[in-house]
């Protein structure tokens, strides 16, 4: 199975910053790679998939990069409602496998 | 808008059964491959099971492998995750999700539903 390892797992910023998470694979994935944000209370909600295509409503303060092994989510001039869970999931091989998460906190 | 929403979580003895149910609604279901997802307390996420569009070719991972089944309705707009000889370690929240047109992720998610195996 490909191993995804996300860091950081914490992550504390203040609205309007910019923050980054950054996601490696065990092995290549091409560019497919998407982004989840889970908050208590609401369905987890897609952001990105295959590296970098936002998925529909997902506000264009969010954009995925990387390819290979390498991926990065940044968030832009953070609003109160991105706080929270952060999962980043390969989706190039079986079985989908997901990163440990990140939890981004107000600072 | 797209819904999906499960039901019949809940407590069950190790060994016993359990069947999930998730209702899907506000897309053409049976145009879509479905999963479960599921994550246990305090833990991160974990593919289950998918089944493609037509029911025709279904995946698990490999601790679920020959003890649960994912099947379908579509006639019902319903997906099913039949749970037998269960473990501990399936304590989880299960999630009911739909699979991406471009691949094996996943682009709607239902609330979740928590089983628990306890004696």
């Known amino acids: 199975d490909v191993q995804m390892t996300q860091s950081p797992s914490n992550l504390a910023a203040s609205p309007g910053e910019s923050v980054s998470i950054d996601c490696k694979a065990s092995k290549t994935i091409s560019k497919y790679l998407a982004w989840y944000q889970q908050k208590p209370g609401k369905a987890n909600k897609l952001l990105i998939y295959s590296g970098s295509t936002l998925q529909s409503g997902t506000p264009s303060r969010f954009s995925g990069s990387g390819s290979g092994t390498d991926f990065t989510l940044t968030i832009r001039n953070l609003e109160p409602e991105d706080f929270g869970l952060y999962y980043c999931?390969?989706?190039?091989?079986?079985?989908?496998?997901f990163g440990a998460g990140t939890k981004l906190e107000l600072k | 808008e797209v819904q999906l929403v499960e039901s019949g979580g809940g407590l069950v003895q190790p060994g016993r059964s359990m069947k999930l149910s998730c209702a899907a609604s506000?897309?053409?279901?049976?145009?879509?491959?479905m999963a479960w997802v599921r994550q246990a307390p305090t833990k991160g996420l974990e593919w289950v099971a998918t089944?493609?569009?037509?029911?025709?070719?279904?995946y698990y991972r490999d601790s679920v492998k020959g003890r649960f089944t994912i099947s379908r309705d579509n006639a019902k707009s319903t997906l099913y995750l039949q749970m037998n000889s269960l473990r501990s370690e399936d304590t989880a929240t299960y999630y009911c999700?739909?699979?991406?047109?471009?691949?094996?992720?996943?682009?709607?998610w239902g609330q979740g539903v928590m089983v628990t195996v306890s004696s």
């Open positions: 089944i493609s569009y037509d029911g025709s070719s279904t």
């Open positions: 506000g897309f053409t279901f049976s145009n879509y491959g």
């Open positions: 999700t739909r699979a991406g047109d471009y691949g094996f992720y996943f682009d709607y």
């Open positions: 999931q390969q989706h190039n091989e079986y079985p989908p496998t």
